[in-house]
């Protein structure tokens, strides 16, 4: 399975299942994320807050975590990111700053840039991680 390959729809319809199973009791913004690999494994993840906000955690995160757990620590080839308060879908949601980087980290592991698919109500945006993280540090950069 290639990038090309890839259900735009279906995936962003796996990140919006995992959203409405976010935990967000303090900011009421929700978000989900999907995964998609080369064999066809998706692997959804939604934000999971803490009262203490900085242990809070991302959706795309919680989703790596679990595909590193389930033995996918390669083939990454797209991810769909969708959010908005109370689970309302509105403007576009992509990755912050430290998510980015967990999904180069996947990503460098199998040598993929990965398509994000970004999906607000009334329109959606694809590009690559490396457009989101331009001179990404990574696994190579440490020699």
Do not use: W
Request: charged letters at 10%; hydrophobic letters at 50%.
């Amino acid at each position: 399975m290639s990038a090309a390959s890839i259900d735009p729809a279906a995936l962003v319809g796996a990140a919006r299942g995992a959203m409405a199973q976010a935990y967000a009791p303090y900011s009421k913004f929700q978000v989900g994320a999907a995964l998609a690999f080369a064999d066809g494994t998706l692997i959804t993840g939604s934000n999971f807050e803490n009262a203490s906000y900085g242990l809070s955690l991302c959706a795309e995160t919680v989703a790596a975590a679990s595909a590193s757990q389930q033995g996918h620590r390669g083939g990454l080839i797209a991810v769909a990111v969708i959010g908005g308060p109370g689970g309302i879908v509105d403007a576009i949601v992509t990755p912050c700053g430290r998510c980015r980087q967990i999904l180069h980290e996947l990503a460098a592991l199998g040598g993929t840039d990965p398509l994000i698919i970004a999906t607000g109500a009334h329109e959606t945006v694809e590009m690559r991680l490396s457009t989101l993280l331009p001179l990404a540090f990574g696994p190579a950069s440490l020699g």
